[in-house]
Each structure stands twice: as C-alpha cells, then as structure tokens.
C-alpha cells in the first residue's frame, strides 16, 4: 500500500470510526475521521483524501445522498461504502454512483485492505467521479 494514502473515514459510530482509523494506520496509511457526512464536507474546500470509506446509514445525509453530493462537486478519489444493513437496491445504486467496493459490516480486515489498495489503484473510469 502507498505509504502516504489519506484515507478519510466516515461514519456516526465512534467505535466503528476508532477501530477502522486503528486498522488502517496500522497498514501504512494517514487517516481522517469523520462524525457525519456534513462535517466531512465542510472539509472539503481546504483538502481531499486519497479514498474515502462511508458508512451507508448515517443519521442526518446518508451514504448513497452523501455519493450524489459527492458527484455534484466533481469529486475525484475513490468511495468505498459499508453497511451493516445491505440491501441489493442500495449496492447497485452505490455502484451507480460510482463506488468501488459496498462492503458488509462486521468488515474482514483482509478484504477491507484488499479494497483499499484496490480502490487507490483506482476506480473504473467510464463511474462518475
């Protein structure tokens, strides 16, 4: 994994904000985290991560409102999605949105680094964003 990846987290659940920003500096890489889709917004202007990893339910923006956002400012670095509740309406229209991966919470770190490195080499290009 590229050493100097900025992977920005976004999620409601602290626990679930700890444990991935843990995991994931312990892989290599610089990590941001985030209580809400908005805050991370608000970020936006002054920086952007190199992939971002979204929780799909969120109080206040949701993660399929908060990919549509993303789309409307032109975003250009990776989306990964996770939730604990997966519907099939909800991953294809992640994918349509131009997500890399929909991942199923409890998340095996395996995979989750096996998406992130995947997902840093870059998304298909004919997805928005």
């Known amino acids: 994994m590229q050493q100097s ?3 920005w987290i976004v999620d409601d659940d602290e626990d ?10 312990s892989a290599g890489c610089a990590v941001r985290t985030f209580d809400s889709a908005e805050t991370c917004l608000g970020e936006l ?4 991560p190199d992939l ?3 929780d799909l ?3 206040g923006m949701d993660g399929l409102a908060f990919q549509e956002h993303l789309n409307g400012m032109s975003r ?3 989306v990964i999605v996770m939730t604990a509740f997966p519907t099939r309406e909800a991953e294809q229209r ?3 949105l131009g997500a890399c991966a929909f991942l199923t919470n409890p998340i095996d770190p395996v995979e989750l680094l096996a998406q992130v490195k995947s997902s840093l ?7 928005p964003g």
């Open 5 to 7: 990846a900025v992977i």
């Open 16 to 25: 679930v904000r700890f444990g991935l920003q843990s995991f994931l500096r």
């Open 45 to 48: 202007d002054d920086a952007a």
């Open 52 to 54: 971002l990893l979204t």
């Open 57 to 59: 339910h969120m109080s």
């Open 76 to 78: 250009r670095f990776p």
């Open 94 to 96: 992640s994918a349509r």
């Open 121 to 127: 080499g870059g998304c298909d290009e004919s997805k």
